[in-house]
């Protein structure tokens, strides 16, 4: 697929569209649900630039929606959400980005906050707080 065809197909996906490779995926089953992709990493590791980047690529958009830290300390500490593609009728989005908090150390309290995002215990908007025992705090 050439650029501006990409760029086209991901404007207009939504969950579901392309069964032909899923032999046991039928037409419509996913029509309601909504992809989550959930960046995680380390601190600085470019989450925030990766977002912004697929914002300026998928949506032609030229702002940077994601807060991006340059000075080496922490930018993202909110569980941050984007959404991306849709464009049929129910005006859903195809795909959302997570932009999570960065991870110092990769552990067991890492994985816990990982699965927490992934299960939706914590939501867009949250502060991930660790200095309260990881504690999940609306703003």
Known sequence: MAGSELQRFLRSYQTGQIVQNFPDARLGEMKNTVVRVGLFGLTGSGKSSFVNTVVKCVEGKDEELAIVQSSGAEGTV??????????????????????????????????????????????????????????????
């Open 78 to 139: 909110v569980l941050d959400e984007f959404a991306l593609g849709g464009g049929g009728p129910d005006k859903k989005p195809g795909f959302k980005l997570l932009d999570t908090r960065g991870f110092d150390v990769l552990g067991d309290d890492a994985r816990k906050e990982m699965l927490a995002i992934l299960n939706g215990d914590i939501r867009s908007g949250q502060v991930i707080d660790r200095a309260r025992g990881n504690r999940f705090n609306a703003l």
